[in-house]
C-alpha cells in the first residue's frame, strides 16, 4: 500500500467511539480518503486527535512498524482499536523473540527512522486485510520507499502463519481455531 499521512482531518478521538468496531468512526475518514486517492495513494494513515502528532491506525485498520529490528505499534488509549488481529500479531512477535513496543508513536519519529534507513518494515492489520504491507508513506511532501517497495520477510511471515491457522494449514498452537460443526 501507499500512504499519506493525514494531519487536517482526523478519524476518532479520545473519549470518543474510536475504540471500537463503529462505523462512525470510518465515515470521516471519506474527505481524506478522497484527497489521498486523487493523490495516487491507497490509504491514510491517522493521528491522534489531540496533538495530531502521535500516530494511530491506518485507513480502518492498527498499524505496525519494525525500526532497527523493534516492532513498534500505537498503544491502546481509547481512540485505537484493540483488534484481535493485533493481538494475534502481537503474540506471534513475542514468541518469536521480537521486542514489541505498545507506546505512543509520534509521525516525526517515524519520519526520521523512513529518513536514515532505520525503517524496515511497516504493515496494516486487520480482520479483512489480515496483513497489508506498507511500501510508501508521504508526510509534508517527502516520500519514504520502505523495503524498496517490496514486502518484508517479517511482513509476509505473518500473513503466512495466520492465514496459514485461519486455512488449516498450519498448526494452531494458540488454541484460536474453533471447530465449528
Known amino acids: ?24 468512526n470510518y465515515a470521516c475518514s471519506i474527505r481524506a480518503g478522497e484527497r489521498a486517492e486523487k493523490k495516487g495513494f491507497s490509504q491514510v494513515l491517522w493521528l491522534d486527535g489531540v496533538t495530531r502528532r502521535n500516530i494511530e491506525e491506518v485507513g480502518s485498520m ?28 502481537i503474540e506471534l512477535l513475542k514468541d518469536w523473540g521480537y521486542k514489541v513496543e ?10 526520521e527512522s523512513a529518513r536514515n534507513g ?31 517497495g517490496k514486502i518484508g520477510e517479517l511482513t509476509q511471515k505473518l500473513y503466512d502463519k495466520l492465514t496459514g491457522i485461519q486455512w488449516g494449514k498450519t498448526e494452531d498452537t494458540k488454541g484460536w481455531s474453533v471447530k465449528v460443526c
Open 1 to 24: 500500500m501507499s500512504i499519506m499521512i493525514e494531519d487536517a482531518d482526523v478519524r476518532a478521538v479520545r473519549g470518543g467511539t474510536g475504540y471500537t468496531k463503529c462505523g462512525g
Open 62 to 89: 492498527n498499524v505496525m512498524f519494525k525500526i532497527n529490528g523493534v516492532v513498534i505499534t500505537p498503544k491502546l488509549t481509547g481512540s485505537v482499536l484493540p483488534g484481535i488481529t493485533r493481538k494475534s500479531c
Open 102 to 111: 505498545e507506546r505512543e508513536f509520534s509521525v516525526d519519529e517515524l519520519a
Open 118 to 148: 532505520t525503517l524496515e518494515e511497516a504493515w496494516g492489520t486487520g480482520t479483512a486485510a489480515v496483513i497489508s504491507p506498507i511500501g510508501e508513506l508521504a508526510y509534508e511532501g517527502s516520500d519514504y520507499k520502505i523495503g524498496g
